[in-house]
């Protein structure tokens, strides 16, 4: 089935073509008049310059006033065989779409709302047969049912017309053509955009990035560059206004020679003012007792850090150098 972009925005056709995989565009002045256009004959150029098919409107009130037109975009540089033009339903519009098709010239007849127009366009040898389905189920009609008609007409008298699903509104018109079976459909970006959008890809996703960085990263790579370390001699409530300016739940102790006396969190802050209340913030930090810190070279991966995170049940982990502390590896660093 072939993939239209519905546009005559540039930076959405821009934005579209990206993919790399459109079949083409389809635009209309209706389109061009809402994004404030008025060199249409530019316009057509520069976006038939960007895009693989270009389908364009020829209009005229007879057959041959719509054939010079289309001759006229022609003569404007537009390649005929990556341009079709557009020409709605009647008996003038499948008169020129038989003209069109006898020099050669791809047409798109558009703007079909019965089974009946279908047959007629089809018959006179149109490249697109163009049902609106959106519009027609605005009008309480069963554009499906149409379109799906459109399809087997084609397909039991082996028309070389192509039923193009148009007026789409939404992705479950998509699905809904891909059922139908139809050739072609042309999709406005933003639906275009959802296509490929749904919670649990995305869920899945999340946590095969989330496992590959566990197994990729150093625990170095993904701790923060501020090392938070006080010193033994400092008390508490100096230790405190350092932990704020760190920004960290726990703070590094170490000793004068630089050696780490323990890490001290926020956890046994509270735990302390609960046990002896308010005059403990006067003590000095290595009047503390500490347990031995867990630690983890900067060196291992991050894998062996998430390990040992369930092991202790802990939510900051001492980073080392060559044994020496060198900063913080909080829980959430590992979903960075």
Not at 49 to 70: H, R
Not at 165 to 183: K, T, Y
Not at 229 to 255: H, P, R
Request: some cysteine; charged content about 25%; glycine content about 8%.
């Amino acid at each position: 089935m072939e993939l239209y972009l519905d546009s005559a925005n540039l930076k959405e056709i821009e934005e579209g073509f990206k993919l790399g995989f459109l079949d083409g565009l389809t635009t209309t002045p209706t389109f061009m008049q809402r994004e404030g256009i008025t060199d249409i004959d530019g316009t057509i150029v520069k976006l038939s310059k960007m895009v693989p098919v270009l389908q364009i409107e020829a209009l005229g009130n007879t057959a041959e006033e719509v054939v010079k037109e289309a001759k006229r975009q022609l003569d404007l540089g537009l390649d005929p065989k990556k341009t079709v033009f557009k020409i709605p339903v009647s008996l003038e519009g499948v008169r020129a779409c038989k003209m069109l098709r006898n020099e050669g010239l791809l047409v798109n007849v558009h703007l079909v709302y019965t089974l009946q127009q279908a047959y007629m366009a089809m018959h006179a040898g149109a490249t697109y047969v163009c049902p609106l389905v959106g519009r027609l189920q605005d009008q309480g009609h069963d554009a499906l049912a149409l379109v799906e008609q459109c399809v087997q007409a084609v397909e039991t008298y082996g028309y070389d017309s192509k039923i193009m699903f148009s007026s789409v509104r939404h992705a479950e018109h998509v699905r809904n053509a891909i059922n139908v079976g139809v050739h072609t459909i042309t999709v406005p970006l933003k639906v275009l955009k959802g296509l490929t959008e749904n919670n649990f890809t995305t869920v899945g996703t999340d946590q095969f990035l989330k496992d590959t960085r566990l197994m990729t990263v150093r625990v170095q790579e993904a701790a923060s560059t501020v090392n938070p370390l006080v010193a033994a001699s400092l008390q508490l409530k100096e230790a405190l206004v350092k932990m704020t300016e760190y920004g960290f739940g726990a703070v590094t102790v170490t000793n004068a020679d630089g050696s780490v006396r323990g890490v001290f969190t926020d956890g046994d802050i509270r735990r302390l003012l609960q046990k002896e209340g308010a005059a403990i913030l006067d003590k000095k930090m290595e009047e503390m007792s500490y347990n031995a810190p867990i630690s983890i070279e900067g060196s291992a991966l991050l894998n062996d850090a998430h390990q040992l995170f369930k092991k202790t049940n802990v939510d900051t982990i001492l980073v080392t150098e060559n044994g020496r502390p060198s900063g913080m590896l909080d829980i959430q660093d590992l979903d960075a």
